[in-house]
């Protein structure tokens, strides 16, 4: 059901249903949903077909793309097919941690470089190959999963890999997802691989030779006719037979197979054929197998045998052996798991069971048995594995103490729960978490969460109807069996009722907002407890009730004691009190209620019993204080007496202190008198309490009885309470009389006090004073007894330490034992316990120390040795560093060709552009614009001209001179290259246009186009030195910069707007300019004529009736109409809004900007501040302006198609509105930019002047921030120095023109740009002679010197391309020892040599101490590593000879040579044995810093060059559709030109054009001057008058080329002159607009009548 309402909402594509009526655009959209779905089919079988290969599950289909970019899975796939050359140590984060954790690495590239040698390895054609910048950079993702698609089905053909399965319109995706693809599609702006042609093309590129192939397949048959296995199997595995899947333990099935095969094939063709077909007629075929044949009968043994083998793993209950037949090629099942084995053998082995039960039951699973089984196996343990993360994220929400996050994940369908009321999330969460809390593992499982949930849902639905008081549905709730309580009682319902209801009233009243189920359970175990409890004590109280009328204490105490009763301490010493209290408590009951027969209740007997044992403390305490008092009376002691009538309340009305002796003795006497003759020995005393209950009270055992005692006697000698009253209250009241006359003895007590008080002060004094005198004395007498104290205490102790010093010292030394050994044993068992921790602290402190010594290395001044030498293997070359080299070399010559090329193009298409224009016109024929498109196809093809590197002859051929001047050439361009004041100098001395053509040339190639840092350092270099020679020289006030048109201001810009700053433009202007173009509602025009008439317009087509209003007017007269002024506020407003925009988008990219640009600007404005020190910071920041926007973005902006800004299709042109829109914008921005208002023709912007200084502010600090930039050594970490330790030399390739016009132009300008003749480039120039030929440096015999196209073919070889590697003359010249540079670069290699052999503190130390064998064996060691390195090193990496031979010195006398090289260097001041030549240790320690900058720049550089590449193919890309494009029109002239079947001079097929061409010869025109005179054509003849103009005779006669013509011209009858006429010279005058031109160097002719007369008569125009 769930599956046909997914398919009833899945989106349908690929068809209309008839119903539908689409519109176009419904259909283009409908389209490319259809390509984003099949796009998401192909996804997700590649991700099925990796996850076999891998055994691995990969991101979801949507996020595929994304997870494959760091290449990990798809280097584990190259593993997969490839194990031995993609070992697993060379995968970079395999792991993907540091992906995870902070993204794309440049280090994952190597993933995806080792995944295409892995498929190169195989023999998977390229042509299936992306690049890879498609995977990391995300740039063409399909071309990704069209080159695995591509993968898989090869290496199912080689029996590799599984077959990858067709998912198209089997699996479902929303459409969301679909409209994501979509989106995403749209950004790679490619057309979509045919994936459905893979197979084809596989085919093409794998074509196999047919004749080996058939005898191969002869082979097979002949082998399987003589039924030997081993013959057969060997004729099977033949390479040639192409046959995949042959298992070598299979061959004896494979015999009887395919013997079976062929038997049955041949019978059948024997019987069905006629006996009157020939033998010779019939097709070996028809009884031989066919390799198809083969090949299926191969595939069926393959999955018999596989199908026997799962068979049994199921029967063994194998689960191993299962997953590994299930995982069989053969089988080719999908989707198989290796995690998934259980469920596999569970729901296979039950399949298998239950088909065993049915009739006809083969005994083995079929193939689509087993793949039914492996997806219900993966849908089962994919949702189980959804159920466990389900349970893991509630346990998670659960610990977080969120409810409402508990709440929500008990609700996700994956946990498989029951209900849930997500108005109670408290409840579950705090219900659950105490059983979290109590599981000894602290989390949950599924059955108990299952539990927990359905009765915590069923409380839920209890503390519902409790709080809407349903009484029914309480009761359905509390007893259905999902809740889970016990001790339900059907007659007590309505009490657990009740009681329910009170306590959620009380839980609501004290902030609860729910019942949980320990409370609803205690709550029915309490009113089952209470109904008990009730019963019981009922029948207690009647027993109690009984016993008490009976009058017997025990009966009553034991009913008192019953358990039922429950009564509180209850006492059994003092029964017959309960019983006297509980009598008197029931006759009073009786007495108040009239009825004799009332009972007693519970607690009303709990009561009595309380108050009964309250008497008895009470009269306990009574006798015991009475008895004090008389002890107290009887000792005679009054204070004694007086705090025992204190302490009790025997005594009430108090009794004061001041009479205690009179209490005593009043006493006393009262108790003698009632003793009398003597005591009368009863020990037992009688209290009345409450004045009607007697306690008796035992003198000697202070114990006392409600019960008399027998032969009970008062005793005589006891004071009774109320006779210690009558005495204590008469005496208090005798003692407060006398206090009343007492009343005024305070005043005389006050004035002896003082008296007291001074006495008492006087005599302290006195003692004080004569202790202060004394103070010396007392202290001598105290020291000298502390001292004798002292002394004796030592000298007893000092004797008993002499007499037992023997065994001190043995106690002694044995406590040391044992705190020592114990201290041992603690240490050690401490470390033994710490020992990860302590691992981790020394790798910690290893770690911290290679920190140290990194950091001294790089920012210490003077490094050591010690720490140098631990980094001196950075200074060693990889395989690596080679590698990538030669890719960079590569790379940048392919750029270098390619901008070349592409520029090239572009000047071919311009001009064909023009002559299709004049096609148009119908001022050429139309061969002329064929030729040329054929010229440019020629070009096309032939673009990638092969570089001069191996030719015998011309520059490069195998003679000592001409490889002299080869390397002559090699320091003449290498001093060009880096010295940049010969190049300045040379364009000012050129005319402006020549030297821009110099610079696109010449210059732009000498330096690559800046392909690299070196040469873009160079080349900025160059950029400074011009600049500042031209404000220097030619500028003489500020403002020439922008008025005027600066050389090098110019060749910055064009060469930062061309291909090096091309994807900065772009990247900086096209999201925002795009956005701009793609807002079809916005229009903006500040124009108000325009405005006015665009209204007058809408008004008349609204309401079709002229308008009234005039339509020309001026602007005052557009802006005097509302309607106007309204449209051109809003065209305002809306400029503004794209504007900040655009400005935004400006200033938020400052690092996008080219740094080459950014260096500029701050040169220009260095250098203008330095001439012109009085110029503001406005001014100069207005130049910087100028050269940062107007000229380098504000063309963009404006012609964004111009500059491939944007990408428009071959044809394609921006709309009028758009371009109105961009121009408005780049319009506000050159004001802002310049600070400039809008003011006179613009007037009616000045609403916008806020604006505009507002924007200026911005531009402003743009422009600061934009001129803050290192320089160039600092940005490109480069130095003198750098050159020295590049791997491969500089490399430029320039054309032989080229080489001809720079040497022709230093020879010219020669003293201009190098006055010193003792310069370099004079002995340079001097040794290369005079200017080469083409001939001479492209070799002899190159042309043929008869060929009458000579001239043509000399310059087509003049644009050939040669490679010079450029090296300093200096660095060349052998044994000049007094180079220093070179001598200190030697110095140090050795250096490195030898101490990283041999170890030591300073550089002397080590050159001074002899090697020992042991270092010279590990030295010879390294030495022999290094050859073997070099031996595989390219030749134009390799060092000189005498570097390798130097290096390959033994260890002594390397250290020699070094010696003697550092008392050259010392010598020369470069070096200082003082601080033991530490400047030699500092530079190799900037050696090392530099190599690792160098890498990193290199494989940036790197990146950049493959970027750069992938622009240029691009644009060479748009260069062809445009190219295309010309043609299709061309075509569609020469269609049209053959249905209209007009007249031409020449025909297109070959006969047509050779009877063209003869008609050509034959029609030869003949004017006389005269005549061509009165047409307009001749204007006249210098030195002829016109009546002599009869005389002269013109012939005009066509030649074989189409389009050139012959004049001659005779005077009387006598041929004078002939000139060769090309009609495309004459079409390119009239273009030029050149009116008038000279033949025969006499006669000027009208151009554009001549062309008139051309055209009518030969091309019948």
Same mark, same amino acid.
């Given at each position: 059901?769930?599956?046909?309402?997914?398919?009833?909402?899945?989106?349908?594509?690929?068809?209309?249903?008839?119903?539908e009526?689409?519109?176009?655009?419904?259909?283009?959209?409908?389209?490319?949903?259809?390509?984003?779905y099949?796009?998401?089919?192909?996804?997700?079988?590649?991700?099925?077909?990796?996850?076999a290969?891998l055994?691995?599950?990969?991101?979801?289909?949507t996020?595929l793309e994304?997870?494959?970019?760091?290449?990990?899975?798809l280097?584990?796939?190259?593993?997969?097919f490839?194990?031995?050359?993609?070992?697993?140590?060379?995968?970079?984060?395999?792991?993907?941690?540091?992906?995870?954790?902070?993204?794309?690495?440049?280090?994952?590239?190597?993933?995806?470089?080792q995944?295409?040698?892995?498929?190169?390895?195989?023999?998977?054609?390229?042509?299936f190959?992306?690049?890879?910048?498609?995977?990391?950079?995300?740039?063409?993702?399909?071309?990704?999963?069209?080159?695995?698609?591509?993968?898989?089905?090869?290496?199912?053909?080689?029996?590799?890999?599984?077959?990858?399965q067709?998912?198209?319109?089997?699996?479902?995706?929303?459409?969301?997802?679909?409209?994501?693809?979509?989106?995403?599609l749209?950004k790679?702006?490619?057309?979509?691989?045919?994936?459905?042609?893979?197979?084809?093309?596989?085919?093409?590129?794998?074509?196999?030779?047919?004749?080996?192939?058939?005898?191969a397949?002869?082979?097979?048959?002949?082998?399987?006719?003589?039924?030997?296995?081993?013959?057969?199997?060997?004729?099977?595995?033949?390479?040639?037979?192409?046959?995949?899947?042959?298992?070598?333990?299979?061959?004896?099935?494979?015999?009887?197979?395919?013997?079976?095969?062929?038997?049955?094939?041949?019978?059948?063709?024997?019987g069905?054929?006629?006996?009157?077909?020939?033998?010779?007629?019939?097709?070996?075929y028809e009884?031989?197998?066919?390799?198809?044949?083969?090949?299926?009968?191969?595939?069926?043994v393959?999955?018999?045998?596989?199908?026997q083998?799962?068979?049994?793993?199921?029967?063994?209950?194998?689960?191993?052996?299962?997953?590994?037949?299930?995982?069989?090629?053969?089988?080719?099942?999908?989707?198989?798991?290796?995690?998934?084995?259980?469920?596999? =053998?569970?729901n296979?082995?039950?399949?298998?069971?239950?088909?065993?039960?049915?009739?006809g039951?083969?005994?083995?699973?079929?193939?689509d048995?087993?793949?039914?089984?492996?997806?219900?196996?993966?849908?089962?343990?994919?949702?189980?594995k959804?159920?466990?993360?389900?349970?893991?994220?509630?346990?998670?929400?659960?610990?977080?103490?969120?409810?409402?996050?508990?709440?929500?994940?008990?609700m996700?369908?994956?946990?498989?729960?029951?209900?849930?009321?997500?108005?109670?999330?408290?409840?579950y969460?705090?219900? =659950?978490?105490?059983?979290?809390?109590q599981?000894?593992?602290?989390?949950?499982?599924?059955?108990?969460?299952?539990?927990?949930?359905?009765m915590?849902?069923?409380?839920?639905?209890?503390?519902?109807?409790?709080?809407?008081?349903?009484?029914?549905?309480?009761?359905?709730?509390?007893?259905?069996?999902?809740i889970?309580?016990?001790?339900?009682?059907?007659?007590?319902?309505?009490?657990?009722?009740?009681?329910?209801m009170?306590?959620?009233?009380?839980?609501?009243?004290?902030?609860?907002?729910?019942?949980?189920?320990?409370?609803i359970?205690?709550?029915?175990?309490?009113?089952?407890?209470?109904v008990?409890?009730?019963?019981?004590?009922?029948?207690?109280?009647?027993?109690?009730?009984?016993?008490?009328?009976?009058?017997d204490?025990?009966?009553?105490?034991?009913?008192?004691?019953?358990?039922?009763?429950?009564l509180?301490?209850?006492?059994?010493?003092?029964?017959?009190?309960?019983?006297?209290?509980?009598?008197?408590t029931?006759?009073?009951?009786?007495?108040?209620?009239?009825?004799?027969?009332?009972?007693?209740? =519970?607690?009303?007997?709990?009561?009595?019993?309380?108050?009964?044992?309250?008497?008895?403390?009470?009269a306990?305490?009574?006798?015991?204080?009475?008895s004090?008092?008389?002890?107290?009376?009887?000792?005679?002691d009054?204070?004694?007496?007086?705090?025992?009538?204190?302490?009790?309340?025997?005594?009430?009305?108090?009794?004061?202190?001041?009479?205690?002796?009179?209490?005593?003795?009043?006493?006393?006497?009262?108790?003698?008198?009632?003793?009398g003759?003597?005591?009368?020995?009863?020990?037992?005393?009688?209290?009345?309490?409450?004045?009607?209950?007697?306690?008796?009270?035992?003198?000697?055992?202070?114990?006392?009885?409600w019960?008399?005692?027998?032969?009970?006697?008062?005793?005589?000698?006891?004071l009774?309470r109320?006779?210690?009253?009558?005495?204590?209250?008469?005496?208090?009241?005798?003692?407060?009389?006398?206090?009343?006359?007492?009343a005024?003895?305070?005043?005389?007590?006050?004035?002896?006090?003082c008296?007291?008080?001074?006495?008492?002060?006087?005599?302290?004094?006195?003692?004080?004073?004569?202790?202060?005198?004394?103070e010396?004395?007392?202290?001598?007498?105290?020291?000298?007894?502390?001292?004798?104290?002292?002394?004796?205490?030592?000298?007893?102790?000092?004797r008993?330490?002499?007499?037992n010093?023997?065994?001190?010292?043995?106690i002694?030394?044995?406590?040391r034992?044992?705190?020592?050994?114990?201290?041992?044993?603690?240490?050690?068992?401490?470390?033994?316990?710490?020992?990860?921790?302590?691992?981790?602290?020394?790798?910690?402190?290893?770690?911290?120390?290679?920190?140290?010594?990194?950091?001294?290395?790089?920012?210490?001044?003077e490094p050591p040795?010690?720490?140098?030498?631990?980094?001196?293997?950075?200074?060693?070359?990889?395989?690596?560093?080679?590698?990538?080299?030669?890719?960079?070399?590569?790379l940048?010559?392919?750029?270098?060709?390619?901008?070349?090329?592409?520029?090239?193009?572009?000047?071919?298409?311009?001009?064909?552009?023009?002559?299709?224009?004049?096609?148009v016109?119908?001022?050429?024929?139309?061969?002329?614009?064929?030729?040329?498109?054929?010229?440019m196809?020629?070009?096309?093809?032939?673009?990638?001209?092969e570089?001069i590197?191996?030719?015998?002859?011309?520059?490069?051929?195998?003679?000592?001179?001409?490889?002299?001047?080869?390397e002559?050439?090699?320091?003449l361009?290498?001093?060009?290259?880096?010295?940049?004041?010969?190049?300045?100098k040379?364009?000012?001395?050129?005319?402006?246009?020549?030297?821009t053509?110099?610079?696109?040339?010449?210059?732009?190639?000498?330096?690559?186009?800046?392909?690299?840092?070196?040469?873009?350092?160079?080349?900025?270099?160059?950029?400074k030195?011009?600049?500042?020679?031209?404000?220097?020289?030619?500028?003489?006030?500020?403002?020439?910069?922008?008025?005027?048109?600066p050389?090098?201001?110019?060749?910055?810009?064009?060469?930062n707007?061309?291909?090096?700053?091309?994807?900065?433009?772009?990247?900086?202007?096209?999201?925002?300019v795009?956005?701009?173009?793609?807002?079809?509602?916005?229009?903006?025009?500040t124009?108000?004529?325009e405005?006015?008439?665009?209204?007058?317009?809408?008004?008349?087509?609204?309401?079709?009736?002229?308008?009234?209003?005039?339509?020309d007017?001026?602007?005052e007269?557009?802006?005097?109409?509302?309607?106007?002024?309204?449209?051109?506020?809003?065209?305002?407003?809306?400029?503004?809004?794209?504007?900040?925009?655009?400005?935004?988008?400006?200033?938020?990219?400052?690092d996008?900007?080219?740094?080459?640009?950014?260096?500029?600007?701050?040169?220009?404005?260095?250098?203008?501040?330095?001439?012109?020190?009085?110029?503001t910071?406005?001014? =100069?920041?207005?130049?910087?302006?100028?050269?940062?926007?107007?000229?380098?973005?504000?063309?963009?902006?404006?012609?964004?198609?111009?500059?491939?800004?944007?990408?428009?299709?071959?044809?394609?042109?921006?709309?009028?509105?758009?371009?109105?829109?961009?121009?408005?914008?780049?319009?506000?921005?050159?004001?802002?930019?310049?600070?400039?208002?809008?003011?006179?023709?613009?007037?009616?912007?000045?609403?916008?002047?806020?604006?505009?200084?507002?924007?200026?502010?911005?531009f402003?600090?743009?422009?600061?921030?934009?001129?803050?930039?290192?320089?160039?050594?600092?940005?490109f970490?480069?130095?003198?120095?750098?050159?020295?330790?590049?791997?491969?030399?500089?490399?430029?390739?320039?054309?032989?023109?080229?080489?001809?016009?720079?040497?022709?132009l230093?020879?010219?300008?020669?003293?201009?740009?190098?006055?010193?003749?003792?310069?370099?480039?004079h002995?340079?120039?001097?040794?290369?002679?005079?200017?080469p030929?083409?001939?001479?440096l492209?070799?002899?015999?190159?042309?043929?010197?008869?060929?009458?196209?000579?001239?043509?073919?000399?310059?087509?070889?003049?644009?050939?391309?040669?490679?010079?590697?450029?090296?300093?003359?200096?660095?060349?010249?052998?044994?000049?020892?007094?180079?220093?540079?070179?001598l200190?670069?030697?110095?140090?290699?050795?250096?490195?040599?030898?101490?990283?052999?041999?170890?030591?503190?300073?550089l002397t130390?080590?050159?001074?101490?002899?090697?020992?064998?042991?270092?010279?064996a590990?030295?010879?060691?390294?030495?022999?590593?290094?050859?073997?390195?070099?031996?595989?090193?390219?030749d134009?990496?390799?060092?000189?000879?005498?570097?390798?031979?130097?290096?390959?010195?033994?260890?002594?006398?390397?250290?020699?040579?070094?010696?003697?090289?550092?008392?050259?260097l010392?010598?020369?001041?470069?070096?200082?044995?003082?601080?033991?030549?530490?400047?030699?240790?500092?530079?190799?320690?900037?050696d090392?810093?530099?190599?690792?900058?160098?890498?990193?720049?290199?494989?940036?550089?790197?990146?950049?060059?493959?970027?750069?590449?992938?622009?240029?193919?691009?644009?060479?890309?748009?260069?062809?559709?445009?190219n295309?494009?010309?043609?299709?029109?061309?075509?569609?002239?020469?269609?049209?030109?053959t249905?209209k079947?007009?007249?031409?001079?020449?025909?297109?097929?070959?006969?047509g054009?050779?009877?063209?061409?003869?008609?050509?010869?034959?029609?030869?025109?003949?004017?006389?001057?005269?005549?061509?005179?009165?047409?307009?054509?001749?204007?006249?003849?210098?030195?002829?008058?016109?009546?002599?103009?009869?005389?002269?005779?013109?012939?005009?006669t066509?030649?074989?080329?189409?389009?050139?013509?012959?004049?001659?011209?005779?005077f009387?009858?006598?041929?004078?002159?002939?000139?060769?006429?090309?009609?495309q010279?004459?079409?390119?005058?009239?273009?030029?607009?050149?009116?008038?031109?000279?033949?025969?160097?006499?006669?000027?002719?009208?151009?554009?009548?001549?062309?008139?007369?051309?055209?009518?008569?030969?091309?019948?125009?």
């Amino acid at each position: 059901m769930n599956e046909e309402n997914a398919a009833l909402h899945r989106p349908r594509y690929g068809s209309i249903v008839d119903d539908e009526r689409l519109s176009a655009e419904e259909m283009d959209e409908r389209r490319h949903q259809n390509i984003a779905y099949e796009y998401l089919c192909h996804l997700e079988e590649a991700k099925q077909w990796i996850e076999a290969c891998l055994r691995e599950e990969l991101p979801p289909t949507t996020e595929l793309e994304e997870g494959l970019r760091n290449g990990v899975y798809l280097v584990k796939l190259a593993r997969f097919f490839a194990p031995k050359l993609v070992p697993e140590r060379k995968i970079y984060d395999i792991e993907q941690i540091r992906f995870k954790r902070s993204g794309l690495h440049f280090r994952h590239t190597d993933n995806t470089v080792q995944w295409l040698r892995a498929m190169e390895s195989v023999g998977l054609p390229k042509i299936f190959y992306p690049e890879t910048t498609d995977v990391y950079d995300r740039k063409n993702m399909p071309r990704v999963i069209y080159c695995i698609h591509a993968l898989s089905l090869y290496l199912f053909k080689l029996g590799i890999a599984p077959q990858i399965q067709d998912l198209l319109g089997k699996v479902d995706f929303t459409e969301e997802e679909i409209s994501n693809m979509l989106k995403e599609l749209e950004k790679y702006g490619i057309q979509m691989p045919a994936f459905s042609k893979i197979g084809g093309i596989l085919a093409n590129e794998l074509s196999v030779d047919e004749a080996a192939l058939h005898a191969a397949v002869i082979a097979i048959n002949e082998a399987i006719s003589h039924e030997v296995a081993e013959e057969t199997m060997k004729a099977l595995t033949n390479p040639n037979a192409v046959l995949s899947n042959i298992e070598n333990k299979l061959a004896q099935d494979y015999q009887e197979k395919l013997f079976e095969a062929k038997k049955i094939k041949q019978d059948e063709n024997a019987g069905g054929k006629s006996n009157s077909v020939n033998a010779e007629e019939r097709d070996m075929y028809e009884e031989l197998l066919t390799r198809t044949e083969i090949q299926d009968n191969v595939n069926k043994v393959n999955v018999n045998k596989a199908l026997q083998r799962v068979n049994q793993a199921l029967e063994k209950q194998d689960e191993n052996d299962l997953l590994s037949g299930l995982q069989a090629p053969s089988l080719s099942l999908a989707a198989v798991y290796q995690e998934n084995g259980p469920w596999y =053998l569970t729901n296979l082995y039950a399949e298998r069971e239950q088909k065993s039960q049915q009739e006809g039951f083969s005994g083995m699973l079929s193939k689509d048995d087993l793949q039914a089984g492996i997806s219900l196996s993966n849908d089962q343990a994919r949702a189980h594995k959804l159920k466990l993360e389900a349970v893991e994220k509630i346990n998670a929400a659960i610990l977080n103490n969120d409810a409402v996050q508990t709440v929500t994940a008990l609700m996700l369908p994956e946990a498989q729960l029951p209900g849930v009321y997500p108005d109670m999330p408290d409840l579950y969460q705090s219900e =659950l978490s105490n059983l979290q809390r109590q599981n000894p593992e602290g989390k949950l499982t599924h059955e108990e969460l299952a539990i927990a949930v359905e009765m915590l849902s069923a409380v839920a639905q209890l503390n519902e109807a409790l709080t809407l008081n349903k009484i029914e549905a309480v009761i359905q709730h509390l007893t259905s069996q999902a809740i889970g309580v016990s001790n339900l009682h059907d007659a007590y319902t309505q009490r657990y009722v009740d009681m329910l209801m009170l306590l959620k009233t009380q839980a609501a009243e004290q902030g609860q907002d729910y019942l949980s189920w320990n409370d609803i359970q205690a709550c029915i175990e309490e009113v089952n407890s209470q109904v008990k409890e009730e019963s019981e004590r009922v029948f207690a109280a009647d027993l109690i009730n009984d016993a008490v009328d009976k009058t017997d204490p025990n009966k009553t105490l034991e009913a008192l004691l019953m358990p039922t009763a429950k009564l509180q301490e209850v006492k059994s010493s003092i029964a017959h009190h309960y019983q006297d209290v509980l009598w008197d408590t029931k006759q009073q009951k009786c007495k108040i209620s009239q009825d004799d027969g009332a009972a007693l209740w =519970l607690d009303e007997i709990q009561e009595a019993i309380l108050s009964a044992n309250q008497d008895t403390e009470d009269a306990h305490s009574l006798a015991i204080a009475i008895s004090e008092i008389n002890s107290a009376i009887e000792n005679g002691d009054s204070q004694q007496t007086l705090a025992a009538m204190q302490s009790s309340n025997a005594v009430t009305g108090g009794v004061v202190p001041e009479c205690a002796d009179t209490y005593q003795n009043e006493l006393f006497e009262a108790k003698k008198q009632k003793t009398g003759e003597g005591p009368n020995g009863s020990p037992w005393v009688i209290h009345k309490i409450k004045d009607k209950y007697e306690y008796y009270h035992n003198l000697e055992t202070a114990e006392g009885t409600w019960e008399k005692p027998e032969h009970f006697v008062q005793s005589n000698t006891q004071l009774s309470r109320e006779e210690i009253q009558d005495v204590t209250g008469r005496i208090t009241a005798d003692h407060h009389r006398e206090q009343l006359w007492l009343a005024n003895e305070g005043q005389v007590i006050r004035l002896q006090a003082c008296a007291r008080g001074y006495l008492a002060r006087k005599a302290y004094t006195e003692r004080l004073n004569y202790l202060h005198k004394q103070e010396p004395s007392t202290i001598r007498l105290q020291s000298s007894w502390k001292g004798y104290k002292q002394r004796k205490s030592y000298k007893g102790r000092l004797r008993v330490l002499q007499d037992n010093v023997a065994t001190i010292t043995k106690i002694q030394s044995f406590v040391r034992m044992w705190k020592a050994r114990r201290a041992y044993r603690m240490r050690c068992q401490y470390l033994k316990d710490h020992t990860p921790e302590i691992i981790k602290i020394q790798a910690f402190l290893r770690a911290n120390k290679a920190k140290d010594d990194y950091k001294t290395l790089i920012n210490a001044g003077e490094p050591p040795l010690n720490v140098v030498r631990k980094f001196v293997h950075l200074l060693d070359q990889s395989d690596l560093d080679f590698q990538e080299e030669l890719e960079v070399t590569r790379l940048r010559e392919e750029v270098v060709t390619k901008i070349r090329s592409n520029q090239q193009l572009e000047k071919d298409l311009n001009l064909m552009d023009i002559k299709i224009g004049l096609l148009v016109k119908n001022r050429i024929t139309l061969q002329d614009v064929i030729s040329h498109s054929k010229k440019m196809d020629k070009k096309n093809k032939g673009q990638a001209m092969e570089v001069i590197t191996s030719d015998k002859q011309g520059l490069k051929s195998l003679s000592k001179e001409k490889r002299k001047k080869l390397e002559a050439y090699q320091h003449l361009f290498y001093m060009l290259q880096t010295n940049p004041a010969y190049l300045a100098k040379l364009i000012f001395q050129m005319p402006q246009n020549k030297s821009t053509k110099f610079m696109d040339t010449v210059i732009f190639t000498l330096y690559n186009y800046a392909s690299n840092q070196r040469e873009e350092y160079l080349l900025l270099k160059l950029f400074k030195t011009a600049l500042e020679e031209e404000i220097k020289s030619k500028v003489d006030q500020v403002q020439e910069i922008v008025t005027g048109n600066p050389t090098v201001i110019k060749m910055v810009v064009t060469f930062n707007r061309g291909t090096r700053g091309q994807n900065a433009l772009r990247q900086l202007l096209a999201p925002v300019v795009k956005e701009i173009m793609e807002n079809k509602t916005l229009a903006i025009n500040t124009n108000p004529v325009e405005v006015y008439k665009a209204w007058v317009n809408q008004m008349e087509m609204q309401t079709g009736e002229a308008s009234k209003l005039p339509y020309d007017v001026t602007a005052e007269q557009a802006l005097s109409h509302e309607e106007v002024k309204s449209k051109l506020e809003s065209s305002m407003h809306n400029l503004q809004l794209v504007t900040d925009k655009v400005l935004t988008s400006i200033c938020t990219s400052l690092d996008a900007i080219p740094y080459g640009m950014r260096y500029i600007a701050k040169v220009l404005k260095n250098s203008l501040h330095e001439k012109f020190p009085d110029s503001t910071e406005e001014e =100069l920041l207005k130049i910087v302006g100028n050269l940062l926007y107007y000229r380098y973005m504000n063309p963009a902006i404006v012609a964004p198609d111009g500059f491939d800004i944007i990408d428009m299709t071959a044809g394609g042109q921006l709309h009028p509105d758009q371009r109105r829109n961009l121009g408005s914008v780049a319009k506000v921005l050159q004001h802002a930019a310049s600070n400039k208002l809008f003011e006179g023709e613009n007037a009616q912007m000045s609403s916008m002047n806020n604006f505009l200084s507002q924007t200026y502010q911005k531009f402003r600090k743009f422009f600061q921030e934009a001129c803050d930039v290192p320089e160039p050594e600092e940005k490109f970490n480069i130095d003198e120095y750098s050159d020295m330790v590049t791997l491969s030399k500089p490399v430029i390739y320039i054309s032989i023109e080229e080489i001809i016009n720079t040497h022709s132009l230093l020879l010219e300008h020669q003293e201009a740009i190098s006055p010193d003749h003792n310069d370099l480039l004079h002995e340079l120039l001097e040794g290369l002679g005079s200017v080469p030929d083409v001939e001479t440096l492209i070799g002899e015999g190159a042309v043929d010197p008869n060929d009458p196209n000579k001239e043509n073919v000399l310059s087509q070889l003049a644009k050939t391309e040669v490679s010079l590697a450029l090296a300093s003359k200096v660095e060349l010249r052998e044994g000049d020892d007094t180079d220093m540079k070179s001598l200190m670069i030697k110095t140090k290699w050795l250096i490195v040599d030898v101490i990283r052999a041999q170890p030591g503190e300073t550089l002397t130390t080590i050159l001074e101490t002899p090697a020992t064998s042991q270092q010279e064996a590990n030295y010879l060691k390294e030495v022999e590593k290094r050859a073997l390195q070099d031996a595989k090193v390219p030749d134009k990496m390799k060092h000189n000879q005498l570097d390798v031979e130097d290096g390959q010195l033994p260890l002594e006398q390397k250290k020699r040579k070094i010696q003697r090289n550092l008392r050259t260097l010392e010598q020369a001041g470069l070096a200082s044995e003082t601080n033991k030549y530490q400047e030699l240790i500092n530079d190799i320690a900037k050696d090392i810093r530099n190599q690792r900058r160098y890498r990193q720049h290199r494989k940036a550089e790197l990146v950049k060059i493959q970027q750069t590449l992938s622009a240029l193919n691009s644009k060479s890309k748009f260069y062809e559709e445009q190219n295309n494009y010309y043609n299709t029109y061309i075509k569609t002239c020469l269609d049209n030109l053959t249905r209209k079947n007009a007249r031409r001079s020449i025909k297109l097929d070959g006969k047509g054009e050779e009877k063209g061409n003869k008609k050509m010869k034959q029609s030869t025109l003949r004017y006389t001057a005269a005549r061509l005179h009165e047409k307009g054509v001749l204007l006249e003849i210098d030195g002829l008058q016109s009546n002599q103009l009869k005389n002269v005779l013109f012939d005009i006669t066509p030649s074989e080329e189409v389009g050139d013509f012959e004049v001659k011209a005779k005077f009387m009858g006598m041929e004078v002159e002939k000139v060769q006429l090309h009609f495309q010279d004459l079409l390119e005058l009239q273009y030029e607009g050149v009116a008038v031109m000279k033949i025969f160097e006499k006669a000027k002719v009208n151009v554009n009548l001549l062309v008139f007369l051309l055209n009518k008569k030969f091309y019948g125009k």
